[in-house]
């Protein structure tokens, strides 16, 4: 029998490390997961450096982290969101709420869906998590697509969770706004804290993007699980509909769960 694997779906690469570091850090078992980076083609960086360096930077910040998480980092090389044509920081977070309405994006999100399906032919999970879509266009695009892809995974008996999307879940408003689109769409999100004493592994694994983030940032993203409670981390939503038989398990860590 195949081992199973979990497969990530990260909108840029540094996502799934800022919302599940410290869930990938603690984690006991020997499932493979893979963090397949979708807009990996991206020249964001707040070093002064070139184009052509800061495409390069991420990418082996990224490489690094996976080695830190014990992941395998995949890379679609989808330009993210300015090299797609968003000109203003306000269009790419916080301004577009529905992406899909522009036909210069559908050409983006069918490239998505094939992305998707073809790291859910070679990986073969057990398990997807894709972000809740909180905020930055990126991130709401490919919360779109897999949501529908919603009948393909339950087809292939795949379990769906979505992650909280950091930093962009600190703005409590935004996040609801989004669970609520959901539970109006149908969909029945049951939460599931991470309970994680690996936070410090989180903070060196954050601290290696630093073309990507400031140490003030880094703690943000720290101090968003201590709400939560006593060691909590990082929160994860399983998701159903009603017509579905999917059930959650107790507590613990979904790495070790399933
Ligand atoms: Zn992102």
Redesign the pocket.
């Known amino acids: 029998m195949e081992k199973k694997s979990i497969l990530i779906l ?3 690469p ?2 799934a490390a ?1 919302s599940l570091g410290a869930s990938l850090a603690c984690r006991n078992s020997d499932r493979h997961i893979t963090v397949l980076n979708v ?1 990996s083609k991206q020249d964001y960086s707040i070093l002064n450096i070139k184009h052509e360096e800061a495409l390069k930077q991420i990418l082996i910040e990224e490489q690094a982290v996976s080695l830190c998480l014990r992941y395998n980092a995949m890379f679609c090389d989808l330009p993210e969101a300015r090299l797609r044509g968003y000109k203003r920081l306000r269009e790419i977070i916080g301004g577009t709420k529905e992406p899909w309405k522009q036909s210069s994006e559908h050409y983006w999100i069918e490239a998505v869906r094939k992305e998707i399906l073809s790291a859910l032919d070679s990986n073969k999970p057990s398990i997807v998590l894709a ?1 809740l879509g909180v905020k ?1 266009v ?2 709401i695009l490919l919360a779109y697509v897999i949501k529908q892809m919603w009948s393909e995974l339950h087809a292939r008996k795949i379990r769906l969770f979505f992650f909280e ?1 950091l930093p ?1 879940c600190i703005d409590e408003q935004a996040k609801i706004e989004v669970l609520n689109i959901l539970s109006q769409e149908g969909f029945v999100l049951k939460p599931k804290n991470i309970i994680s004493d690996s936070l410090n592994d989180k903070v060196r694994a954050l601290k290696v993007y630093h073309s990507q983030s400031k140490e003030r940032d880094i703690v943000k993203i720290i101090e968003y699980g201590k709400p939560m409670g006593i060691s909590i981390s990082e929160r994860i939503w399983l998701v159903s509909r009603p017509t579905d038989e999917t059930k959650s398990t107790g507590k613990g860590n979904i790495y070790d769960d399933y």
């Open positions: 990260s909108p840029h540094d996502d800022y807009f972000p930055h990126d991130h999307d962009y």
